[in-house]
């Protein structure tokens, strides 16, 4: 994904506070070293609480499969223990978006981010699709999605790209 990314002139790279966003963000910053990098936790990953780092399979399915029913059916607050609703990941997700793109009108940025963060806000802010619906937005990682921002939308200009995975299978 970096080489891919190599051509692109950012402005600046936002980077969520993991560290998989960060590795992947240091890969990327190694072919635009005099851009600046700022790490912003509205960027990180949804919270799943006492289930964070679990597998969505064995005694975790069924919980899984509920809350995703949830989520279908328009239910945004539920939230496993410790961890973050819908909505409480919406709030942060656009804030992050509305900073970002405050503090670079007409520029371009990139942002390091992740799977579930990135459809809950591209259901939040991208005409068609909503929160209902987030899973008709495929993602897989390091997957690339390119929006603008013009005239107070976001426009989708490529969702989800992996084709730069296909030159290392």
Known sequence: MAR??????????YVSTLLRA????????????????EFDPDLMEMSFGHLEGQNYDGENAAF????????????????IDGGESLVDVKSRAVRAVERIVE????????????????????????DDYRLENMEDLLHRNT??????????RFEP???A?????EEVA
Not at 103 to 126: E, F, K, M, P
Not at 161 to 165: C, P, V
Request: proline share 4%; aromatic share 8%.
């Open 4 to 13: 891919r990314l190599a051509d692109l002139s950012p402005g600046r790279i």
């Open 22 to 37: 960060r590795q992947t963000a240091e890969a990327i910053s190694a072919f635009h070293p005099e851009v600046p990098v």
């Open 64 to 79: 899984f499969e509920w809350l995703y029913g949830r989520w279908s059916q328009g239910v945004f607050t539920d939230q």
């Open 103 to 126: 503090q670079n009108r007409g520029g371009r940025v990139l942002v390091v981010t992740h799977g579930r963060w990135l459809r809950i806000l591209l259901a939040s802010i991208l």
């Open 143 to 152: 997957a690339i999605t390119h929006l603008r921002h013009v005239e107070g």
């Open 157 to 159: 200009q490529m969702l």
């Open 161 to 165: 790209s992996d084709e730069h995975l």
